[in-house]
């Protein structure tokens, strides 16, 4: 009788395990998801939000996709002997217990060679992909923002989960 409810014990482990795995897109909090807006004839712009990692590892996005855009790609910006330059990146880390901002000037999401006019109001729907394999789709609003300030009129307090 043991011996059949250790294999049963470990059939049961072994079948539900997936279910026990971290589930990263369900961790991650997402607050004040917007697209910057862009004169029609702009090559490309950027998404910004704020991240906030609720499990005691790591989350990590390894990619986006937007039908908004030809390209989606992760991005930085660096100083190169002075200059500031975007470069793609291949994740953006959310600590565990901890936040990531996406902002004009630092980490965010470059949509690249836009498919249709993306203008005050519209809705850009934006899935991430986490590297455990999940994934997630934000709702970010396009949004007028003048020069490379932050936080003055984005707040919403949008807050929204994992899928």
């Known amino acids: ?36 807006e862009m004169p029609p004839t702009a090559p490309a712009t950027g998404a910004f939000m704020t991240f906030e990692n609720t499990a005691d ?37 959310i600590p ?8 004009p000037g630092g980490l965010h999401i470059m949509l690249i060679g836009p498919t249709r006019a993306l203008k005050e109001g519209d809705l850009v729907e934006i899935d991430l992909f986490f590297k455990d394999g999940s994934q997630t789709r934000v709702s970010a609003p396009v949004k007028k923002i003048m020069g490379m300030g932050m936080n003055r009129g984005q707040g919403q307090g949008q807050h929204m989960g994992g899928h």
Do not use: C, W
């Open 1 to 36: 009788m043991k011996k059949k409810f250790a294999t049963f014990a470990l059939l049961f482990v072994g079948l539900t395990g997936f279910n026990v795995q971290a589930n990263q897109a369900k961790e991650v909090l997402i607050d004040n998801p917007y697209v910057r």
């Open 57 to 93: 590892e790591p989350a990590i996005i390894i990619k986006a996709a937007s039908d908004a855009a030809k390209t989606v790609e992760l991005h930085t910006h660096i100083h190169d002997n002075g200059v500031m330059r975007m470069r793609e990146i291949a994740e953006i880390v």
């Open 96 to 103: 565990a217990n901890g936040q990531t901002e996406l902002k």
